[in-house]
């Protein structure tokens, strides 16, 4: 499975951006989809996830409310729709599968290379 995110870039603060992440196929090795951000000098963190058939959405605490994972069966694509923006959602933002569901980074076995995100205050 082959993951190309896209959509990152700068925007200020209380902005908002739209990431995509387009799948080469979707299979039962696939079958959910994540968010992780790195910001400098920090690890990799969960932001959210959304499973490929049922559509059930998982997000971390620090993006509740704010971000909303989707997905788009007929293309292949998950979208992370950013609201509100602050500073602290600075980073590079990667897409990432596999199949079951978790938060951490060794749970997902395929990834995306990334896409810039910056929020200037």
């Known amino acids: 499975v082959q993951l190309q995110a896209s959509g990152g870039g700068l925007v200020q603060a209380g902005g908002s951006l739209r990431l995509s992440c387009a799948a080469s196929?979707?299979?039962?090795?696939?079958?959910?989809m994540g968010w992780f951000r790195q910001a400098p000098g920090k690890e990799r963190e969960f932001v959210a996830a959304v499973r490929w058939r049922a559509g059930s959405t998982y997000y971390t605490d620090s993006v509740k409310g704010r971000f909303t994972i989707s997905r788009d069966n007929t293309k292949n694509t998950v979208y992370l729709e950013m609201n509100s923006l602050k500073p602290e959602d600075t980073a590079v933002y990667y897409c990432?599968?596999?199949?079951?569901?978790?938060?951490?980074?060794?749970?997902?076995?395929?990834w995306g290379q990334g896409t810039e995100v910056t929020v200037s205050s």
């Open positions: 196929e979707r299979t039962l090795s696939s079958n959910v």
């Open positions: 990432a599968a596999d199949s079951v569901l978790g938060t951490g980074r060794s749970s997902y076995e395929y």
